[in-house]
């Protein structure tokens, strides 16, 4: 049986086709020298890898080195590789002549089927049509030819705001317990960075699932505990509780730690056992199945240009504060806090990144390309085939609507519905000229502006648009925003 080599996020058993496969794990030092890294992903990066090498024992041979090619040359024998995630990862292992690529591995629809369902169809690829296919598929939240409940989408049901008492009720995730490895990944973090390797964000104890068993034991408390209340407030923001009803699975998915398939069959059983709400589940299996697929197909499908695109001609570069994820610098109550939680824990759920921070960059002209680089780098769960359709598609509109039927653009009004943040600003959401201006207001109708003419008309930005021609003091929130420009908020 050939030796299969697993990169740092093919972690998981389903990474393997026999219990006792020989393996090969490789840490690579260059990694962490060619990116500014979140000091909590490098560590989970590292805790994860090593965590897995010690597991297999003899059954791995574990090479630490400086990079992939030098490691690769001590070992004499042929490999096997599951395919890789990223396209230079993918062209480095194809020009390899020991090494067999096998077909990918961690999501739940194969390439060759999206592939086959994307040919077939006219018209833009739009995610709510490769859902339907995926469930049917699959046979997921089927009963015989109908979907469960009638309906393929439980989301009308799923938009609440957070509850006025700000809790939901739901018990906190179990948090890992951190053991010896992860103090030896703390011990030689330390000594990269005063070797010179740069890392930013606060280090903290680790939050996310280093191991099979850690994610799966998150996984069963979120089906038991949590999932219930994950529809209804799916899109809820809260100062006093960043996690909410969310999974905190995604490192978890993306390390290879857990296989797609579990969650979205273990979420079924617990409509059809436990008596979950069926909009919860459907939400989440939409997440899983629906959205992490889809994103991972479309970064092959469409092909390496498409995270080159900048149909909004946004040429601002990101602004220090914002790299650095200073969110003391920042007065903007929503977003100091989300860049807070950035900042202390690497992690933000869906709403934050796309109505804050993808919100935010996107009303101040931020070049798309450098936002990709940030948020791939700041968050735990950040990969490069995740970043090109959640920030080059969906947050960013930089293709002008390949995914989304128009750009993820809104004022503090949104943000107010669907927080508790405005309250304790000091900006207030309705205004949009002086003092008191809601940054986010005043850049939604300024980003407008400057986008009249680039933004396709369509049925669905029609109404903002007539809103827009109507404002009597344009020329002045448009002449404020320029002079805010990429400072702190
Ligand atoms: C600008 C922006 C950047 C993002 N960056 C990442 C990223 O680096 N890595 C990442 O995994 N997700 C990313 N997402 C998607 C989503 O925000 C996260 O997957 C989710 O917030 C992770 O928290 P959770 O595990 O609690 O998810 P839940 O809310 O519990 O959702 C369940 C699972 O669904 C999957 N999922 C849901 N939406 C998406 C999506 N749009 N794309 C991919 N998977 C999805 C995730 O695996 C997630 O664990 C991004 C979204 C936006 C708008
Ligand atoms: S008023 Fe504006 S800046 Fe302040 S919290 Fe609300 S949306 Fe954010």
């Known amino acids: 049986m050939s030796r299969r080599w697993l990169f740092a996020d093919q972690l998981g058993p389903h990474f393997l086709d026999e219990r006792k496969q020989p393996v090969l794990l490789i840490e690579s030092k260059a990694v962490f020298r060619r990116r500014v890294y979140h000091r909590q992903k490098a560590h989970l990066i590292l805790s994860a890898l090593r965590h897995r090498a010690a597991e297999l024992g003899d059954q791995a ?56 369902w994307a ?15 995926a469930r049917e598929h699959h046979g997921v939240l089927m009963d015989g030819h109908e979907p469960a409940g009638g309906r393929w989408s439980f989301d009308t049901e799923n938009r609440e705001p957070p509850p006025k008492d700000g809790r939901l009720g739901v018990p906190a995730p179990p948090m890992p317990k951190e053991d010896d490895i992860d103090a030896e990944v703390r011990a030689d973090l ?15 104890p680790r ?9 799966t034991a998150r996984l069963r408390h979120f089906l038991r505990h949590r999932l219930a209340a994950f529809g209804r407030y799916e899109d809820a923001m809260l100062s006093t509780d960043p996690w909410l009803a969310h999974s905190l699975l995604s490192s978890s998915f993306n390390l290879g730690l857990l296989d797609p398939m579990e969650a979205v069959r273990g979420a079924e059983r617990a409509y059809r056992r436990q008596g979950a709400p069926l909009a919860a589940v459907e939400g989440f299996v939409r997440q899983v199945m629906g959205w992490r697929d889809y994103v991972w197909h479309t970064y092959w499908y469409f092909g390496r240009g498409w995270g080159d695109s900048n149909e909004l001609s946004a040429r601002r570069s990101l602004p220090d504060w914002w790299r ?14 989300v860049l807070t939680g950035v900042r202390d824990r690497a992690w933000a759920h869906h ?19 450098e936002l990709v680089e940030w948020f791939h780098t700041r968050f735990v769960d950040g990969y490069e085939w ?19 039927t128009k750009p993820y653009v809104a004022g503090g009004a949104y943000i107010n519905r669907m927080s508790d943040y405005c309250g304790g600003c000091r900006y207030d959401p309705r205004q949009r ?4 201006a809601c940054p986010f207001t005043a850049g939604h109708w300024a980003f407008l502006a400057r986008n009249r003419s680039r933004i396709p008309a369509n049925a669905r930005m029609a109404r903002t648009m007539k809103q827009l021609s109507r404002l009597g003091d344009l020329d002045a929130v448009v002449a404020q925003e320029k002079r805010r420009g990429s400072d702190p908020p």
């Open 61 to 116: 041979i574990f090479l630490r080195g400086e990079t992939y090619g030098q490691a690769l040359r001590t070992v004499r024998e042929p490999l096997e590789v599951c395919h890789p995630t990223s396209r230079r990862a993918l062209e480095f292992v194809r020009e390899l002549d020991r090494v067999t690529v096998l077909p990918a591995r961690g999501h739940v629809t194969s390439l060759e089927d999206f592939a086959d």
């Open 119 to 133: 040919d077939g169809r006219r018209g833009a690829l739009r995610m709510e049509a490769f859902y339907r296919f």
């Open 190 to 204: 330390d000594r990269w960075a005063r070797e010179g390797i740069r890392f930013t964000g606060r280090d903290g």
């Open 207 to 215: 939050r996310f699932p280093a191991t099979a068993g850690e994610a």
């Open 324 to 337: 650095d994820l200073d969110a003391d610098a920042v007065d903007a109550r929503c977003l100091a806090d």
């Open 351 to 369: 709403i934050p990144r796309l109505m804050v921070l993808g919100n935010y960059a996107l009303q101040r002209g931020w070049r798309p390309a």
């Open 386 to 404: 995740v970043m090109t359709g959640n920030v080059v598609g969906m947050s960013q509109y930089a293709d002008l609507g390949r995914m989304t």
């Open 433 to 436: 000229v002086g003092e008191d």
